[in-house]
């Protein structure tokens, strides 16, 4: 379905009929196909999720320790503010864009079909390689609750063979699981989300609460550098600890990813963004300060190399400890939903556009369950592959799901770097014309939105070339391949590469669409097409 000329216009003020969403999305040139069943909670799940504060800290504190010491906390605000920058400007285009596959469909309207398509194609390689590496996560968490679901062999750990071969077992499990979940419907998707996203800040709490009260130091812990270094010596370690942070704060914008399903997206979208990543932020830096105060030691090397399993099991027990890791388990399982079902959107918005391969079935949505149920399949059948690379090869995993999060933050940088040169241009005159579907006005910075957005493509441009650097100590630590020290370099390459080829294979259909330049605001106010 190729996108009309015109751009649409808002809906009737005070208007929150489901024929009023149907018609907005018309006026893009979209027929209603997804059902509109996710509220506002479910909303803000499906970005809380994404994030997931329980998996991905869990996961990743021990790197982010072993590299700066304590004071690594301090790259969780500075990534914080720099991805709420990035997260403001998100919460506009989601009010006067709302869409499926929202990164692609901001893109290509801001900029050019060649831009918009090349985000969407890095955003379809960076969510299905995060599936895998949200899903490899069980096998740090589920042979710590129960020596059982250890299948292979007698060694839990990553780096081992057994453990690795685990690890592809029992994530290749979770990913059929999501994959089942979506193709049934969004609705049980919605509700497997929401009611995990719940047990999930339960569990924050409960853990920043619990060790609050097994605290062994001050809050003052986090000046301390743990000897990795002090004044400029400190700079270097602190700029690879700041990975593990930049590691857990994206998907925020699976709100956006999500807006054709939900109900209100004008007005619920662009809150429920910030709302999401609002929370993980302050829930993720209370649990890091708790962990720092209540770690038995932090010199005795376990804090580097176990991370908050090693904190929780000591400080709370055996019992307790491993309560609070089936709630890490469960967060596990839901951010591999979160993230499967915007990779699945995102595939199912380009191939409705007719600009992938095999677009006539991936664009597919049964009439049953009002799901596009292939696109799901192919990002789960995709992570599984991933996966697989993980048997033998731990060291190439880990490389290539830090490579994700570098394509993540350039599919990021393809939106807020057009936003900018659009602003400049006077972007968006008149919004003051439009109205979300509740008859209020549509979010905006007003006159921040430039300086807001500077913030944002300078943020998102200094963290890519800190995730993208060839340091051998994140991407080859054991230095046995010089290819995985430049995997970032090859892999980003290799990836725009393909999509070159695959983009020149499309590009008269991308060119085709047409999408309309203007905001719909300043399309309303001013009567002009594109």
């Known amino acids: 379905m190729s996108l009309s000329p015109a751009p649409p216009a808002p809906p009737p003020a005070g208007s929150t009929d489901p024929a009023t969403d149907a018609a907005d999305l018309r006026g893009f040139g979209y027929e209603p196909e997804l059902r509109r069943s996710i509220g506002s909670y479910a909303s803000f799940a499906a970005g809380f999720s994404f ?7 869990f996961q990743l504190f021990a790197f982010g320790f072993s590299f700066g010491g304590p004071a690594f906390f301090w790259t969780w605000p500075l990534v914080f503010a720099g991805q ?12 006067r864009y709302p869409l499926s596959g929202c990164i692609y469909q901001w893109s290509r309207r801001l900029s050019n079909a060649m831009v918009g398509w090349f985000a969407g194609w890095v955003m379809i390689i960076a969510q299905v390689a995060t599936v895998a590496a949200a899903a490899i996560a069980l096998q740090v968490v589920l042979p710590s609750i129960w020596s059982g679901f250890q299948l292979v ?22 990913i059929a699981l999501t ?23 339960i569990g924050v709490v409960a853990v920043v609460v619990l060790l609050m009260f097994n605290v062994e130091r001050g809050p003052g812990v986090v ?37 054709e399903e939900t109900r209100d997206p004008r007005h619920t979208a662009p ?34 190399t176990e991370g908050l399993p090693y904190v929780l099991t000591s400080r709370l027990g055996e019992t307790g400890g491993r309560i609070l890791l089936i709630d890490v388990a469960i967060a596990i399982a839901v951010c591999t939903l979160a993230i499967q079902t915007a990779g699945s959107r995102m595939i199912f918005s380009m191939a409705r556009d007719g600009v992938l391969p095999f677009s006539g079935a991936l664009r597919r949505v049964s009439p049953r369950t009002g799901t596009p149920a292939l696109p799901a399949l192919v990002v789960g059948v995709g ?38 040169v659009r602003r400049l241009s006077g972007w968006p005159k008149g919004e003051e014309a439009a109205s ?3 008859g209020g006005g549509l979010f905006a910075l007003g006159r921040f939105g430039i300086v807001v957005n500077v913030l944002a493509v300078l943020y998102g441009i200094g963290m890519i070339l800190n995730l993208g650097w060839p340091r051998q100590e994140v991407y080859d630590p054991e230095g046995s391949h010089w290819y995985l020290h430049y995997f970032s370099l090859l892999f980003v390459g290799g990836a725009l590469l393909v999509g070159g080829l695959a983009y020149l294979r499309y590009r008269t259909r991308a060119l085709s669409l047409h999408p309309p330049r203007l905001p719909i605001a300043t399309a309303v106010a001013e009567g002009e097409t594109a």
């Open 271 to 304: 809150r429920t963004i910030l709302r999401a990543l609002a929370a993980s932020g302050i829930g993720g830096g209370l649990m890091l300060l708790a962990a720092l105060m209540a770690a038995p030691s932090l010199t005795d090397g376990r804090l580097a």
């Open 179 to 201: 994959t089942l979940v979506n193709v049934i419907g969004v609705r049980l998707m919605a509700i497997v989300n929401s009611t995990g996203v719940t047990l999930e800040i």
């Open 383 to 420: 992570a599984i592959a991933v996966l697989l690379v993980n048997i033998g090869q731990a060291a190439l995993f880990t490389a290539i799901t830090s490579v994700c999060i570098v394509m993540l933050y350039i599919a990021y940088a393809l939106v807020t770097v057009p936003l900018l």
């Open 436 to 438: 979300t579907e509740r």
């Open 223 to 259: 000046f301390d550098t743990g000897g990795t270094g002090t004044g400029l010596a400190y700079v270097g370690p602190f700029l690879v600890s700041a990975l593990m942070a930049a590691y857990v704060v994206v998907g925020f914008d699976s709100a956006g990813e999500l807006s």
């Open 153 to 174: 062999g007698d060694d839990p750990s990553l780096t081992s063979t057994s453990g690795a071969t685990n690890a592809v077992i029992l994530g290749s499990i979770l």
């Open 51 to 57: 994030v997931s504060i329980l998996t991905t800290v």
């Open 84 to 95: 709420f920058m990035v997260a403001l400007n998100f919460a506009e285009l989601a009010a």
